[in-house]
Every structure is written in structure tokens, then in C-alpha cells.
């Protein structure tokens, strides 16, 4: 009840192209699905987050898109850059104050100039 | 600038030796909580804190201690540190309450290695 089911595990992109990195989650309480990006040797660092009341958000070249009757939502990166090269992790909880976040397992990105 | 600082940020252990892992967080941040990062496995809540002297088990709390005797700090202690608790940690606040309760400022890890 409590998973989010993140895949791939890993990718490679080349330089331009879409990167696509998808999660499921069971708990239909969930109301808050953000994503974090992780450099190495850094910690995790919010990217883009949505609420289940919009199907997209877009912010720059990363978008989410996200589908509340399948419980999926989606990252995509646009035009990948090298630097986009990261782990991306989803997460999932009710929006109120102490709730813990539940993460996916993450995605090591790599794109590849 | 706002943050939450780890130290010891690499530690090489042994079996058995007691240690503290300091977290400090300057955003008066009333949520403070600890993952582990292992590869495979993601992140894995410890435990965490709604406030000063209110602590709560995570999802991997055997092991470890904790304690919130003051705002800005959360230690994660090892009281006995075994091989299996070799991993990479992180300690994490959130502001409570109102919308984006939940975003999380991270610190930069400890990797911790126990012989």
C-alpha cells in the first residue's frame, strides 16, 4: 500500500534526445508526487513536484505528467544535456505536515555527449 | 545561506565502536528525519522528529538512536555499529504545515563504513 514502484534503473540517453522515467504508487491518499535529482557525492534536491488536481507540469525541459486513474506519474526531460546526468528519485505522500515522503528506488541517468 | 550540514561526511568504523553522525539545519525547520542510501534499495527512512523532544521510528530504525534535544539538531547515533549498517546517510528537514510541507532540504551525506 505504501510502494512506489520506480523504473528503469538505469538509462542512457544520447545528448538531445527524451529521457523517460516512470513510477506507480498504490495509496490513493497520496496527494503530493515530487521528484529529486541527485548529483554525486551531493544529496537529493527537489526538481519539480505536482498535485494530483493537473495531469502536467512543465518546467523547463523537465515535465511531469501524470495519470491518477492508472496511479502513474512520469518525468521527462527534454533535449538531455550531460549535465542532466543524475539519479532521479519519485516520491509520494499526503501533503501534511511530518508525513514521510516515500521514495522509489531511483534512476541513474546518463546521457552520453 | 540555508542548509542542513552532516559530519562527519567519511568515516571509516570497526565493529562494536560507538558513533555519532551530527545533523544541523539553520531554516528553523521543525521536521528533521535520516535516510540511508543504499544501491538497489533507494531511500530508506530512519527515523525522524515532528519537533523538539518528538521522535518516531522510519522504515529501517533497528540499530540506530536518535535524539531532538534542540531544534536545529538531530545526532543519529550507532550505538554498536555492525557491517550491514555500511551505507551512505542523510539527514533531511521540512518546514510543517501549509502546502509544500513535504519539501525536503537534504544534507550532503555521511558515508559511513563499518569493518
Known sequence: ?113 | EAQVTQNPRYLITVTGKKLTVTCSQNMNHEYMSWYRQDPGLGLRQIYYSMNVEVTDKGDVPEGYKVSRKEKRNFPLILESPSPNQTSLYFCASSMTGGTGANVLTFGAGSRLTVL
Not at chain 1, 496511479?71 to 542532466?84: N, T
Not at chain 1, 501534511?96 to 546518463?110: H, N, V
Request: hydrophobic letters at 35%; proline letters at 5%; aromatic letters at 12%.
Open chain 1, 1 to 113: 500500500q505504501q510502494q512506489v514502484k520506480q523504473s528503469p534503473q538505469s538509462l542512457i540517453v544520447q545528448k538531445g534526445g527524451i529521457s523517460i522515467i516512470n513510477c506507480a504508487y498504490e495509496n490513493t491518499a497520496f496527494d503530493y508526487f515530487p521528484w529529486y535529482q541527485q548529483f554525486p557525492g551531493k544529496g537529493p534536491a527537489l526538481l519539480i513536484a505536482i498535485r494530483p488536481d493537473v495531469s502536467e507540469k512543465k518546467e523547463g525541459r523537465f515535465t511531469i505528467s501524470f495519470n491518477k486513474s492508472a496511479k502513474q506519474f512520469s518525468l521527462h526531460i527534454m533535449d538531455s544535456q550531460p549535465g542532466d546526468s543524475a539519479t532521479y528519485f519519485c516520491a509520494a505522500s499526503i501533503d501534511q505536515a511530518g508525513t514521510a515522503l516515500i521514495f522509489g528506488k531511483g534512476t541513474t541517468l546518463s546521457v552520453s555527449s
